[in-house]
């Protein structure tokens, strides 16, 4: 209201107090005024909790009921069922295709995001459930015909009827990924007793090699680029083995350094000394002290395969050899080599380096270069030493596994707000939150949830308290909070940096679960939650649940937008509150066909 309006309901002078309005009607007008009032600041408010356009303002709930309606979104065109939109193949031709480039992270600005709900393909099933899906999938679910057609004498995949089943062949193990890891476990009895737990398959195929490491007690981080592959990461990820999209090319991979015990390449064709190594020296900066890399296919045993590779024994030659040249100036030891399979072992100290000539190339990295940094940072040929010296990060120098998990590892003390102390209350506390989420959430535990995200993650408390359940966890460290993640893998477990403001580097309906605990209270004033919500449902499978904890006023508004996109939400009390005035949201995403297969 205007101030002469106030005047005039509230200015009077002594000489008409007599003739002035009845005290009721005076009450009753301030009443008015009050109601009024108290609505316009109810529904500003509710208005700015929905765009989340804080910029950090603390808005407080204040006993207000939001009555907060919001529109439904629209459904995407079927077309963009599989849409991946920072490795858009629709976008390529805006790139440099040198060191492909091209296919590494290209977000779309927000202008250009699309905010709509991607349909699953027509046909589509609730995908085959655990541990069945790792040999069989449904081909409407990923119908793509491609490695079916051009590996079918390696077999990959086969289809069969309305499946494509996997038999675990791959290019350069035919008879099968058992023989091949039996192969590989006898040139690195490590495999076998624990010491290696963490795994990076670099050009993945269909993850054969990482899902039937799950067996053997190695968790491994698959990755290949969308490409002519038709799908190789959704493939795996429909399978129920952990994979990421990714390429090695100009970008550090979106890991911490010393995260992997073991690197494998499987005729990956990735060229390791080119541009200084420096494909060959990412790997190295992911790769733990004394850890493995493994390499099978060109040009290891050319003399066999030299005919079926379309080269020359001599080209062949000539590059194995500027690979061991390579490894060793880069103090790497020939540990095994025998048959298709060829290993080297990183050094476990810093002797070797300290031993080199000033002129040796790869250099070691300037000091200002974090070896941790890993989100949008550029490869560099030189070696990526860590920045301090530890004890029990190296492969044998770490607790074996399933040790490991539970040890504070020393990297639990190298960041803000670390400590071992914190790490072990942090492990207490997510095995009582637990139970009451599969109090609230009974099919957590079951075979109907696999593949799992914590989108907000420290210490990885949330995947160790399931270690038990019959899931993998995805563990992400936002790029904007502290580097934990080094923690999280030395606990055996693995994961990746991502921006939530962007699209995270996956396939639509790849997850059965999404954790996300703290994340808009900590980063609301970057991106709006309607957009962190809408990549939540693209990721997420027709049917799968997100478990949501934050302040009651962002559970609110989550809440509201799931509802417009489809969920189905319930609110609830949390009994071990991590933050002030939190509360839970579990939501399930409802099975809907797009209205363009009709």
């Known amino acids: 209201m205007k101030e002469k309006d106030t005047d005039g309901f509230f200015s009077f002078s002594s000489e008409k107090k007599s003739r002035v309005v009845p005290p009721v009607l005076v009450l009753f007008s301030l009443c008015a005024i009050s109601f009024y009032m108290g609505g316009l600041f109810c529904s500003t408010k509710d208005q700015q909790l929905l765009d989340l356009e804080l910029h950090g303002t603390d808005i407080k709930g204040d006993g207000c009921q939001s009555q907060i309606k919001v529109a439904e979104f629209k459904e995407c065109n079927l077309t963009y069922q599989d849409l991946t939109p920072c490795m858009d193949p629709g976008r390529w031709r805006k790139y440099d295709k040198h060191r492909m480039a091209f296919r590494e992270r290209h977000c779309p600005p927000l202008s250009e995001r699309m905010e709509c709900l991607i349909p699953p393909p027509e046909g589509y099933r609730i995908p085959v459930r655990w541990p069945r899906s790792r040999d069989e999938c449904w081909y409407r679910n990923v119908p793509y015909d491609w490695i079916n057609s051009e590996k079918a004498n390696q077999r990959w995949m086969q289809k069969k009827g309305e499946k494509f089943i996997f038999p675990g062949g791959g290019t350069m193990f035919p008879n099968g990924v058992g023989e091949y890891l ?3 476990e006898k040139l690195i009895p490590g495999m076998k007793d624990g010491s290696v737990r963490t795994a990076l398959d670099t050009g993945c195929g269909v993850a054969s090699w990482g899902g039937a490491l799950l067996d053997r007690g190695i968790l491994t981080m698959s990755l290949a680029p969308r490409d002519n592959h038709e799908a190789q990461v959704q493939f795996a990820l429909e399978r129920g083995i952990p994979a990421i999209l990714g390429v090695i090319a100009t970008q550090r991979l979106p890991f911490p350094a010393a995260a992997f015990d073991i690197a494998h390449c499987s005729r990956c064709l990735i060229p390791w000394t080119d541009h200084g190594g420096v494909n060959l020296l990412e790997v190295d900066r992911v790769l733990r002290p004394g850890g493995f890399w493994v390499l099978s296919g060109p040009p290891v045993n050319y003399q066999v395969h030299w005919k079926g590779w379309e080269s020359t024994e001599e080209k062949q030659r000539a590059d194995l050899e500027k690979i061991q040249d390579l490894l060793h100036r880069m103090c790497y030891k020939r540990y095994a080599m025998k048959g298709d399979i060829a290993v ?27 070896p941790d940094a890993a989100w949008y940072v550029p490869m560099r040929p030189c070696i990526a030493k860590l920045t301090a010296s530890f004890s029990r990060i190296g492969v044998g120098q770490t607790p074996k596994w399933p040790e490991r998990l539970n040890d504070a590892p020393e990297r639990s003390n190298m960041f803000s707000g670390g400590s071992a102390g914190a790490f072990r209350q942090d492990a207490r506390l997510w095995g009582n939150i637990l139970r009451q989420y599969k109090a609230l959430l009974p099919d957590l535990g079951s075979s109907k949830i696999r593949n799992v995200m914590d989108m907000n993650t420290k210490y990885g408390g949330f995947a160790s308290a399931l270690i038990n359940d019959p899931v993998w966890v995805m563990n992400v460290v936002s790029s904007y909070a502290v580097n934990s993640l080094g923690t999280v893998y030395d606990r055996g477990l693995i994961g990746t940096i991502n921006d939530w403001c962007e699209p995270f580097s ?7 679960l999404l954790h ?6 900590a980063e609301s004033h970057r991106c709006e939650m309607k957009i962190v919500l809408l990549e939540m449902d693209r990721i997420l499978r027709p049917e799968g649940y997100v478990i949501l904890r934050d302040a009651s006023y962002f559970v609110h508004n989550a809440q509201s937008l799931g509802k417009s996109m489809r969920w189905k939400c319930e609110k609830h009390d949390v009994e071990m509150p991590l933050t002030e005035n939190e509360q839970l949201l579990i939501c399930q995403k409802t099975f809907w066909r797009s209205s363009q297969e009709l």
């Open 182 to 184: 039996d192969q590989m």
């Open 344 to 370: 080297w072992q990183k050094p476990i100290d810093d002797t070797c380096y300290n031993e080199r000539s000033e002129e040796t190339e790869p250099p070691i990295c300037d000091d200002s270069i974090d």
């Open 506 to 512: 996956t396939y639509p309906r790849t997850y059965d």
């Open 516 to 521: 996300v605990e703290g994340l808009f209270n």
